[in-house]
């Protein structure tokens, strides 16, 4: 089975700081997602990856970052933390090359992240 | 753009009942669709997934989920449903090309009453 780790379940930052959520996939999956979930909005894309150290901007990638410079990590970076980046993020990924892929994602199971 | 419309909230069915969740999708050509299955403070599961042929697909734990492309829906059903199917069950769309890119509709919340 995938197995997508996110190294965090909860998290607790101060607005301001640096924030750092981390995701490994272990079957060598092309293809990296990082979601957030909001009550009511379903989830939205931030960024994604089709390799490694590229990166593409997904519906909301205002306030965040992310970086690929291995193929099983994904880092998200949330740069300045705000309150309104309290949330649940999901990192994923999916197998296939060349950003034709119809595979399915496969989902970390969150990280709830709290901004005061 | 694609776009996914899961028209129905919340939604509250008896324990042995038979459940349908109502999906439409708004694409101009044949989409890649899903269904994810989301258990309290866990990811997303995978329920089922068309990508062509049969318009009727089988999923894991009993679902099945019907693509009509006339109607723009893609349902998703189940005989009978158990206490342990109480979750948020979402929709998603994919598109050729998209880049294995999905859109989410905005998810339904199933309580199950025993």
């Known amino acids: 089975d995938v197995k997508v780790t996110q190294s965090s379940r909860y998290l607790v930052k101060r607005t301001g700081e640096k924030v750092f959520l981390e995701c490994v996939q272990d079957m060598d999956h092309e293809n990296m997602f990082w979601y957030r979930q909001d009550p009511g909005l379903g989830l939205r894309l931030i960024y994604f990856s089709y390799d490694v150290k590229m990166k593409e901007k997904g519906d909301i990638p205002e306030g965040y970052s992310v970086s690929r410079e291995k193929k099983e990590r994904f880092s998200l970076i949330l740069e300045s933390a705000s309150t309104n980046q309290t949330s649940m993020y999901l990192c994923a990924s999916s197998s296939g090359t060349g950003g034709w892929s119809n595979q399915p994602q496969h989902f970390g199971d969150g990280t709830r992240l709290s901004i005061l | 753009a694609q776009s996914v419309t899961q028209p129905d909230i919340h939604i509250t069915v008896s324990e042995g009942a038979s459940l349908e969740l109502r999906c439409n999708y708004s694409?101009?050509?044949?989409?890649?669709l899903f269904w994810y299955v989301q258990s309290p403070g866990q990811g997303l599961q995978l329920l089922l997934k068309?990508?062509?042929?049969?318009?009727l697909v089988q999923g894991i734990k009993g679902f099945e989920a019907e693509f009509k492309r006339s109607q723009s829906s893609f349902n998703l059903r189940k005989p009978s449903v158990h206490w342990s199917d109480a979750a948020e069950y979402f929709c998603?769309?994919?598109?050729?090309?998209?880049?294995?890119?999905?859109?989410f509709g905005t998810g339904t919340q199933l309580k199950v009453e025993l």
């Open positions: 068309y990508f062509s042929g049969d318009t």
């Open positions: 998603a769309v994919g598109v050729t090309g998209g880049g294995n890119k999905l859109t």
């Open positions: 694409y101009g050509a044949t989409p890649y």
